[in-house]
């Protein structure tokens, strides 16, 4: 029996600031069938890329990437806030729905070539993601997919990232 990921997503008004409409994942991560289903599902897509790497921005992305990668038995690694990074790094920065921010990541996490997942909770406006691509890119990864377990389809973030792979388990 297929499960209906919609079941386990949660949501909230004016969270985190009023007119938002926040999609929450909590309820799928809480109940272990759900999360291993909807874990099996990313897993499934990145297999027939034969991915070699996945990409998760702070911190859901860090939650949908780990189990996918421990998983396929490959790396993860995660794209972080400003100055959470030891080491040498590359940044990006992007626009979210209610502000801007920053991410970094380890100029070692993707070796040239490597083909990459990049995973996150939620594809909204797609900023995050077109900045974690970014970052891949710019250290010679190839991005062959995105995995998302919810998509706010009237915020337009697959237009950001349309020219790569996207796979999302439910949709607004």
């Given amino acids: 029996m297929a499960i209906d990921f919609s079941d386990y997503i949660a949501a909230y008004k004016n969270f985190p600031e009023p007119g938002i409409l926040f ?17 099996h599902e990313i897993v499934k897509f990145a297999r027939e890329r034969d991915v070699d790497m996945v990409i998760g921005p702070e911190a859901r992305g860090f939650i949908v990437g780990c ?3 421990n998983e396929m038995g490959i790396g993860f690694s995660p ?21 801007t921010a920053s991410l970094c990541l380890r100029k070692n996490a993707v070796k040239k070539g490597q083909r990459v997942l990049v995973t996150d909770d939620l594809l909204a406006t797609g900023g995050t993601i077109d900045a974690t691509i970014r970052m891949v890119e710019e250290l010679g990864g190839i991005v062959v997919g ?17 020219d790569y792979d996207i796979l999302s388990l439910v949709q607004y």
Avoid: C, W
């Fill in 146 to 162: 995105t995995a998302f377990i919810v998509e706010l389809m009237d915020l337009r973030g697959r237009d950001k990232i349309k």
């Fill in 79 to 99: 794209a972080r806030k400003q100055d959470k990074l030891p080491g040498e790094i590359v940044t990006a920065s992007y626009d979210l729905e209610y502000g």
């Fill in 67 to 69: 189990p996918v990668a």
């Fill in 23 to 39: 999609r929450d994942i909590s309820p799928l991560l809480e109940n272990g069938d759900a999360y291993k289903a909807a874990t």
